[in-house]
């Protein structure tokens, strides 16, 4: 990421006499590139891809967080250890593919929950315990409803911090999680999408964990992305066969983290560059190709 030295130093001429991917191989394996792909980090030295985190550490993709450990593709989240697929959680530990929890341990495809633990495929509850398929409901314990004053007498009796009891619970839980009703996919305010795992999403054929997108064919974990194909780890518009954790890429392909970057094909380790070709880590820079530069015309 240093400034100290200059991509454009491994620029060469197009020799139309070769192959481009015999050209391109070569400026690979010459071009330095950095050991973790991290933009805008602080105190985040042991994670990688991840865009705009404070103090996150070993946690991948993970995207506009703070204080997040040992967890993976964790979004707009806040104080969070062991999660997986997580948007939009603070307190939560070991919650896996869920939205806007709160307070929470042990969650699976849950959403808007809140001091709960140990539920799956729950919506919209508050102080819930050890239950599933619960839709709008409080002090549910073990999927039986009580008033509030006897769920938190049965609560006095989980020692939730003890790790013999806590080893019984998830015992408990993998059963639950088994014997319960289970949707063919977890596609939630979406239109005409199939994959698993999305949601305000529109358009999209056989994508997986993507949120707040349209018009995806073949894509895995895409953040707010529009009119792309075979994708992965992007946020953008336009892009083709592109791995690019940036959240605001466009008209891109065969790229990878081509960061902020637009009108590109065949480029590695771009950050806010347009307008092309066949380049490896280049900063700010328009109208390249192999790394040298060229007029517009």
């Known amino acids: 990421w240093s400034d100290k030295w200059d991509p454009m130093e491994y620029g060469r001429d197009y020799d139309f006499n070769k192959p481009f991917f015999e050209q391109f191989r070569e400026l690979f394996f010459e071009v330095p590139r950095y050991n973790l792909c991290n933009v805008n980090p602080v105190n985040s030295e042991y994670s990688n891809i991840t865009v705009d985190c404070k103090d996150c550490y070993l946690s991948n993709s993970t995207l506009v967080s703070e204080n997040i450990i040992n967890s993976n593709q964790v979004d707009n989240s806040k104080d969070c250890v062991d999660c997986f697929s997580l948007t939009k959680g603070e307190l939560a530990y070991w919650c896996i593919t869920s939205h806007k929890v709160y307070n929470s341990i042990f969650l699976i495809d849950c959403r808007e929950c809140v001091d709960c633990s140990f539920l799956y495929d729950c919506r919209n509850c508050q102080n819930c315990f050890m239950s599933s398929n619960l839709r709008n409901k409080s002090y549910v314990f073990r999927n039986r409803q009580y008033d509030r004053e006897e769920y938190f007498k049965k609560m006095q009796d989980i020692k939730r911090g003890n790790w013999r009891s806590l080893q019984s619970y998830i015992r408990e839980f993998q059963i639950l999680v088994r014997d319960s009703i289970h949707k063919y ?3 939630s305010y979406s239109q005409n999408a199939k994959g698993d795992y999305l949601s305000n999403c529109k358009d999209i054929w056989l994508g997986f964990f993507g949120y707040n997108s349209e018009n995806i064919r073949y894509g895995f974990r ?9 994708i992965c780890f992007v946020g953008g518009e336009r892009l083709y066969e592109t791995a690019s954790p940036s959240l605001h890429g466009a008209f891109q392909k065969f790229c990878q983290e081509a960061f902020d970057s637009h009108h590109v094909e065949y480029c590695q380790l771009l950050k806010n560059s347009s307008n092309l070709f066949g380049c490896i880590g280049l900063r700010h820079k328009q109208y ?4 040298k530069q060229y007029t517009k015309e």
């Open 288 to 291: 390249c190709i192999l790394n």
């Open 185 to 187: 996919a977890q596609i």
């Open 222 to 230: 895409f953040v707010p992305t529009k009119d792309s194909m075979d």
